[in-house]
């Protein structure tokens, strides 16, 4: 998919279980994963506060897409905890690997 800023190069999930959800994706062939447990989200912030959210993270890829899942490992405050409160569920973000154009070096 191309647009504006280019090629979309990630799909980022906020998932309830990063195992369960890593091996529903392996089902559909997406695999291996990259899997991180505990992210500390350093200098991070999130409305205006400080925030020491805990997350987890897997990272795989389909073809040229990164997915990308995120768990959220506690209540502090973080656009994925957010995520969860509001019910939502699907996507999270998208995302578009920064490439510099020539003679911009």
């Known amino acids: ?4 800023f280019g090629q979309i190069s990630q799909v980022g999930y906020v998932v309830r279980d990063s195992r369960a959800s890593m091996d529903d994706w ?5 695999g291996p994963w990259f899997y991180i447990e505990r992210v500390d989200m350093d200098y991070f912030r999130d409305c205006a506060a400080d925030s020491d959210a805990h997350i987890s993270i897997a990272r795989a890829c389909s ?3 990164q997915i990308e899942l995120i768990q ?8 994925y905890r957010e995520f969860f409160e509001a ?15 020539a003679g911009a070096l």
């Open 72 to 79: 959220p490992r506690d209540g502090r405050p973080s656009p």
């Open 1 to 4: 998919m191309r647009g504006v």
């Open 87 to 101: 019910e939502s569920s699907g996507p999270h973000h998208v995302a578009h690997w920064s490439m510099p154009t």
């Open 26 to 30: 392996l089902r559909r062939e997406v």
């Open 63 to 65: 073809g040229e897409l």
